[in-house]
């Protein structure tokens, strides 16, 4: 909860950032250099060490000098979205669609591969059995497959009225439902449900969007709170 507040409290000036982006574009690029360094790739060459029987060595203690605080990997997948939305590759380079929807499907299949590979490695197994993978969004695996999502989609245009509509109604309610979800699951019995199987988890993330996005809708009916879910 404490990664969603931090993003809420500094979305304001990273929002301005994105606005003057001529005058923020390096700042936010070192910023990201930094926070990748410093709170993501630790985490993997730790892995690799461990791996390759590499003692001695704990890569992973850097991040205790990271100025941007526990979280900061919320912050830079915040601002790569920025770009990613900012920089459309379909727009900038409409010629060579085919090639970015390639590229966006390699990091998806590269980064489930990864997830896989690294949860076979630290639990023994490739079955759910409700097991999470700790510290999950510090992976590149994660990175790369959260790219290549974003990027896919970003591409892609339908041209079915409901569906457009639908997408659109979760699109601009995601701040509310971002925030949202974290509540709305811990009032659910996990502990119920993450042992039943992928279906079961599927299921379960459907009914937490709802529910989010009913109460977001709500909410933005309220004057005084309509500005924390949009």
Known sequence: ?????SIYIIYPIINNCFKSI???????????????????LPQTIDLLFKFFNINGFKINNITKMNPFG???????YFIIGGFLYKYNLYK?????????????IA???????????I??????????????????YKWISTMLLSVGI????????????????????IGTNTIGIFYLHVLILSLIKKEAIIYRGTLINIVKTLMVIIICYTIA??????????????
């Open 22 to 40: 001529q005058n923020f574009k390096y700042f936010l690029i070192f910023l990201c250099i930094v926070i990748f360094s410093l709170s993501i």
């Open 92 to 104: 900038k380079y409409n010629e060579k669609k085919w090639i970015i929807r390639v590229t966006a």
């Open 150 to 169: 974003f990027i896919l989609f970003q591409g892609i245009c339908i041209n079915v009225k409901i569906i457009n509509k639908l997408l659109s109604e």
């Open 217 to 230: 809708k709500a909410v933005k009916k309220i004057p005084i709170l309509r500005k924390l879910v949009s």
């Open 119 to 136: 949860k076979r490695y630290w639990n023994g197994t490739f079955e759910w059995k409700g097991i999470y993978l700790t510290n999950g």
């Open 1 to 5: 909860m404490y990664a969603y507040l």
């Open 70 to 76: 526990t979280y900061s990997h919320m912050l830079l």
């Open 107 to 117: 990091l998806i299949v590269t980064g489930i591969i990864g997830l896989v590979m």
